[in-house]
């Protein structure tokens, strides 16, 4: 059997957060992923010779772009900068942040997670305060000015308090004029720089940001945000609940944004009848240019989708004294909003880019799976991910065998063509008889068959029996049989938390508990190799 090596359980750390074959959704930062015990990797590298090889991993895994958990890169760089068992790694980690952490919310979290990891007393170091330093200063005044204002603090740490650790001085007027604007505010900055012509365009563009910060009218800030291209990032929170900044906001928003926020949209009711809005958020989902140009998942589109269709909450009676009170109407979805996103989870299926494997997925069609709810991802049921996860290799790659657990342990072929929509699959897949799954039966199954495969996946429900014969053999035995030594296996329980089929020392193979819109591209980096 092999063993899992040091780099092996790196790149799951860079890609999902944990060096054990399991993805688990969730927020890595909220559920404590990212302490220092969690990754050992490093340390063994280090001790292996292998020096500078975990931020040779990190660049490849942040170009690469196939990290489900971004934030995993930004940790792991601050693990690399602040240990004390190299000064190799920790000069390439410090030469790295300014690949890594490009975005003003990247750096926060970097300085958030070094301050954490540091030793007592341990400071800024030289090394420390010129990356910090290069980060402001190499950039352009516009660029920066908008990085202050949009991104003003995260995890703990604002601008003000880096600048006030780093000492940046800068012989450019405008990058200076921004410095003293973050320490000291506005009025200081235009007392020190309001005469000087080189300052000029930054001191216009930061009033009209503190223009837009203090104004109480939503129809003067919705004005400035159509004049000025202002972000979301830009709206101060008592505006998050304006119509009017909405209406000036969507046009301007990327698709990816505009699906982050449909459901807020919804439940504060601006997206009914043919309000103004509904017209904006359709011309945004339905415009092809922002399609091609926004490299969205299927997942994401399903995964909105299904929240947006599951606006309506638990009907309440608002505290009153008043007895007639009448319970409030849930918010209910718009038709054609629903419509539309429909058409983009299609369109997005064309953005897919193929990785080359040949693939067999193995689908459980109980009745559990349609009926059930996804851990993590309540509004999406077994059934739908398997399906979407499916029609995501179906409709990408070339060579895709699917299956289904059919009656007495049967492996059921199931034909679907690349044009197939994910109802028609579903219900294709509803017409199968069931019977029980055994999850080396699609191994065995492909063995007999002589069946060429690079990657297994096996979609159920919930952690089921593997029978007298464990996975990882079965694996072992197609290996062999086929002369496929890299032949790999991804097991899904949907429903669950937890879910353990993936032997620990085996490269090849990867568990997965729950459904998030990464799940798909967790499976495609695990199949293209990357970790």
């Known amino acids: 059997m092999t063993s899992t090596s040091s780099e092996v359980k790196l790149k799951r750390f860079l890609h999902y957060g944990r060096e054990t074959p399991l993805y688990q959704p969730g927020d890595r930062y909220v559920h404590k992923y990212f302490e220092r015990d969690n990754v050992t990797s490093i340390e063994a590298l280090v001790a292996d010779g292998k020096e500078t090889d975990a931020v040779v991993h990190i660049v490849k895994a942040f170009s690469d772009g196939y990290s489900a958990h971004p934030q995993s890169l930004v940790f792991t760089l601050a693990l690399c900068a602040r240990q004390n068992d190299s000064e ?40 420390w305060r010129r990356v910090i330093i290069d980060w402001y200063l190499k950039k352009e005044p516009m660029e920066l000015a908008e990085c202050v204002t949009r991104f003003r603090g995260r995890y703990g740490w604002t601008h003000r308090d880096i600048i006030k650790l780093s000492h940046p001085k800068s012989d450019d007027v405008a990058i200076s004029a921004i410095l003293r604007y973050i320490i000291r505010g506005l009025k200081e900055m235009k007392k020190e720089f309001g005469e000087k012509q080189e300052a000029q365009q930054v001191i216009s563009y930061l009033q009209t940001i503190e223009d837009f910060k203090h104004c109480e009218d939503e129809h003067n800030a919705a004005r400035l945000i159509e004049s000025h291209s202002l972000s979301l990032d830009h709206v101060p929170a008592h505006f998050l609940k304006s119509k009017e900044v909405w209406n000036a906001l969507v046009p301007h928003l990327p698709l990816g944004v505009v699906l982050q926020n449909l459901k807020r949209l919804g439940r504060l009711r601006f997206l009914r009848g043919n309000q103004p809005l509904v017209s904006k958020v359709l011309d945004a989902l339905n415009n092809q240019t922002s399609i091609a140009e926004s490299n969205l998942h299927p997942a994401h589109v399903l995964v909105t989708l299904r929240n947006y269709e599951n606006l309506a909450k638990p009907t309440y009676i608002q505290p009153s004294t008043e007895p007639e009170t009448k319970a409030k109407t849930p918010p209910q979805p718009h038709p054609k909003i629903v419509e539309a996103l429909n058409q983009l989870l299609m ?33 999406v049921s077994p059934a739908q991910a398997a399906t ?34 994910m109802q028609e699959a579903q219900d294709k897949l509803k017409e199968i008889p069931n019977g029980p799954v055994d999850l080396t039966q699609p191994l065995l199954w492909a063995k007999k068959v002589k069946k060429p495969v690079d990657v297994f996946i096996i979609l159920t429900d919930t952690q ?40 620990p020392s085996e490269p090849g193979m990867l568990d997965i508990a729950g459904f998030d819109a990464q799940v798909p591209r967790v499976i495609e980096a695990f199949s293209r190799g990357a970790f």
């Open 88 to 127: 190799r790694l920790r000069e390439a980690a410090y030469n790295a942040i300014k690949t890594v952490c490009k975005a003003p919310k990247d750096l926060f979290l970097f300085v958030k997670f070094a301050h954490d990891l540091s030793q007592p007393n341990s400071g800024w170091g030289h090394g």
């Open 347 to 379: 369109s997005t299926f064309t953005l897919l880019v193929p990785t080359g494997m040949r693939y067999l997925v193995a689908i459980d069609v109980r009745s559990q799976m349609v009926h059930g709810k996804c851990w993590h991802c309540i509004n």
């Open 388 to 421: 979407l996860i499916t029609l995501c290799l179906v409709k990408a790659e070339r060579d895709v065998t699917v299956v289904a657990f059919g009656t007495e342990g049967s492996m059921q072929p199931v034909e679907l063509d690349k044009r197939v929509s």
């Open 464 to 503: 089921v029996k593997q029978g007298k014969l464990k996975a990882v053999k079965a694996l072992q035995q197609y290996r062999t049989a086929l002369n496929l030594p890299n032949a790999k296996m991804v097991t899904c329980g949907l429903s669950v938390a937890k879910f353990v089929v993936a032997c």
